[in-house]
Structure formats: structure tokens, C-alpha cells
């Protein structure tokens, strides 16, 4: 009988919860066992009261909750071997044998090379007489399989990842809450917005608020920029316009790749458009809250679609995800996306911008 453990881990996203309960659920469903792994890779390292046998009921009512009940945390010890060891010994003796993780791209990375030294860790276990021959037989192959939970949607070879419609949505909501105080005294608002090193949430609310103008890593302003935004903004006030939003990503820079931080927006717009100018930095309250329909449906579907592969993945099956594809829940390789992922990172960082927009999709080339 399988015993399937799924966790969350790296930074939380509306969505995850709904994944957890799905993967549970499907889980037992399949007549497996089911396992929640508490506070990520800390869980998986640390043992004991962190890794729990779970019910059908234990994840009822977890579809709408914001952020992940079973916790999540960056842990550096399950980056190293010793770390790792640890894990492979918990996930042992509690009889685990498949595992489900809901993250971001450095969550899933760690997971694929967890799998890939399994039958050296399990070796070393043997040797320090932590776990028997026969123990070693049974538990010879771990399979994993990755959903991709962040808010970001910088994860290449899926159309959306976990989180991203809901904290766009709560995005706008704040957007528009902050349009109806702008227009009121006919001020400008600067609006920082997050995403790391991945323009999609600034762009997607530019496009759904109407921005004036955004600023995006992947695609930065020409050098003349200030002139183009100023020109752009005051056209925009000759219309009748009574107020301005200008949205900055957290990661947004210029063509030398030095920060275009709202401040300096913010100080251009107020001594040469002499505007009335403010700064909203939207924070975390873009990360938690209320997950929106879309997310909750991406994550059950891909929850359930994650139990199928587990089971069905054979030691040669190389890591997968699941993603979703022009409306379509997809097993994708694992490590092509993660690679592509940091390619875009790396494609900024040698300043090749059109590379950048390429690898992120068509939804920027537009
Ligand atoms: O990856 C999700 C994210 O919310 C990013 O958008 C942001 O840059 C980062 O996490 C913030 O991380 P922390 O919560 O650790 O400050």
C-alpha cells in the first residue's frame, strides 16, 4: 500500500491549501494512505510531531483558506547532503514512499535532486545501520511530483501557477480602491507591486486597471524613458484624465539594470509633471487572503492529476509537474521548466531582453 506525503514549501500562495486537501483526498480515494508533511522541508528534516497521518475530515473547509495550513519555510539544511539524509531516514520510518510537493521553482528543484540521490542516501542509511537491507529494498525508489504554487506565475511550461489569478485579482481590488482617492484630489499613485524577478503580475495589472504606464524586468523602458512616461502622462491629464497610476514590479530596472524604484518615479512625476504624488507599496497583503475561483479549481485539479502520476510513474519516469496548458492539467518534465525558468534570470542578467520576453511567453510578446 502507498503512502503518499504531500507539503508546501517556499513562499505561500491562495491555492495551496486547496491542493493539500485535494491531493489527501485523491489520495485515500485511491485507497492509499495519506501523509501532510508540516513546514516544508523543516518537516521532512526535522521528523516527529511534523510529519502526520491525515484524514478525509482533517482537511475539510481548506479549499477557501488563504496561505497553507500545514506551513511552509525556506530551509537551508535540506540543501546539504546531511540534511537530506535526515529526510530520507524520516520518510522511512514513517513508510512514505511518494511525495507531493506544492512550491516554487527552488522547492521543486530540491525535491527532483532529493530523488535523484534516493538510492545513495538509502546506501549511507544502510551503512550507519539507520535502516535495514530489507528497508532499503522496499523503499528503493521515491517518486515525486511537483504543482507549482506561487503567486509569481515565473515558472516556465505552465500557463498559470497556483496563486497568481488570486493575488492579481486582490492587485486590482487595491488598484481600484486606490483610483477612487487619485481621482478625488487628482493625484498620481506609484504602485509597487510583487513578483521577484518576474514581470506577469505587473503587467496583467496594468492591462486589467488601465495603468498609465508599468515598469517590468523582462522588458525595460528606453533610455529617454522619463521623457516617454512624462509625455505619455500629461497626454493622458489633456484627455480629462484626473488621475495617474504608474505600477513598478519589485524587481523593475532599467537597460544598465539599475532599480527603477518608485521613489525615483514618484520624485519625476512630482517636480516635472508637478503632480501630487504617492507611493503604495502593496506588500504582502497581495500574497495572502481568500484564494479565487480559478486557483481553487487549478489546485484541485492539479492535486488529483498529481496522486494519478505519483502512482503511476515508474523508477525511469523522469520528475514531473503538473501544469496546465491552454486549459488543459498536463504532466510536464520537471527539470526542462526549471531550466527554462532560470534561463529568463539569466537572459536579464546579460542584459538579452528579447530572449527574456521569448522564454516568458506569448502573453508578454502581445
Ligand atoms: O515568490 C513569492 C514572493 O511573494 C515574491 O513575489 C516576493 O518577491 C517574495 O515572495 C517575498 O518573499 P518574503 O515573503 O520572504 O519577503
Redesign the pocket.
Known amino acids: 500500500k502507498k503512502r503518499i506525503a504531500v507539503m508546501t514549501s517556499?513562499?505561500d500562495?491562495p491555492g495551496m491549501n486547496g491542493c493539500v486537501r485535494a491531493v489527501v483526498r485523491m489520495s485515500i480515494h485511491q485507497g492509499c494512505e495519506a501523509y501532510c508533511i508540516r513546514e516544508g522541508y523543516e518537516g521532512l528534516v526535522n521528523g516527529g510531531d511534523l510529519i502526520q497521518p491525515t484524514r478525509w475530515e482533517d482537511v475539510r473547509g481548506l479549499l477557501s483558506e488563504g496561505g497553507t495550513s500545514i506551513g511552509t519555510a525556506?530551509c537551508k539544511e535540506f540543501t546539504e547532503r546531511p540534511g537530506r539524509l535526515k529526510a530520507a531516514k524520516n520518510m522511512i520510518a514513517n513508510g512514505i514512499n511518494a511525495l507531493v510537493i506544492c512550491g516554487?521553482d527552488g522547492s521543486l528543484t530540491g525535491a527532483d535532486k532529493f530523488r535523484g540521490e534516493w538510492p545513495g542516501l538509502l546506501e549511507d542509511l544502510v551503512k550507519s545501520g539507520e535502516i535495514t537491507k530489507e528497508q532499503q529494498k522496499e523503499f528503493q525508489y521515491l517518486n515525486i511530483v511537483g504543482t507549482v504554487g506561487?503567486?509569481?506565475n515565473?515558472f516556465a511550461d505552465t500557463d498559470a501557477t497556483i496563486g497568481c489569478y488570486s493575488?492579481l485579482a486582490r492587485i486590482c481590488e487595491a488598484v481600484d480602491s486606490i483610483d477612487a482617492t487619485a481621482s478625488s484630489h487628482q493625484r498620481a499613485f506609484v504602485i509597487e507591486v510583487?513578483?521577484?524577478?518576474?514581470g506577469w503580475?505587473a503587467l496583467m495589472a496594468g492591462v486589467s486597471t488601465g495603468a498609465d504606464f508599468i515598469f517590468i524586468p523582462e522588458n525595460p523602458p528606453a533610455p529617454d524613458w522619463e521623457e516617454q512616461m512624462c509625455g505619455i502622462i500629461k497626454r493622458h491629464r489633456q484627455f480629462g484624465k484626473r488621475k495617474t497610476i504608474v505600477i513598478v514590479a519589485?524587481?523593475a530596472h532599467d537597460l544598465e539594470l539599475n532599480k527603477i524604484s518608485p521613489t525615483k518615479v514618484k520624485d519625476l512625476l512630482s517636480h516635472k509633471l508637478k503632480l501630487d504624488t504617492r507611493i503604495t507599496t502593496l506588500g504582502?497583503v497581495?500574497?495572502g487572503g481568500t484564494p479565487c475561483a480559478y486557483d481553487r479549481q487549478l489546485a484541485t485539479l492539479q492535486g488529483v492529476e498529481a496522486v494519478k502520476a505519483v502512482l503511476e510513474a515508474t523508477p525511469e519516469t523522469p520528475s514531473k509537474f503538473i501544469a496546465i496548458i491552454e486549459n488543459k492539467i498536463v504532466r510536464n518534465p520537471l527539470i526542462e521548466a526549471v531550466a527554462t525558468t532560470g534561463q529568463v534570470a539569466e537572459a536579464i542578467k546579460v542584459k538579452d531582453f528579447k530572449r527574456a520576453m521569448d522564454l516568458r511567453g506569448p502573453e508578454f510578446a502581445e
Open positions: 517556499g513562499g500562495s525556506r516554487g506561487s503567486i509569481d515565473d493575488s510583487m513578483g521577484r524577478h518576474c503580475l519589485e524587481g504582502h497581495q500574497r
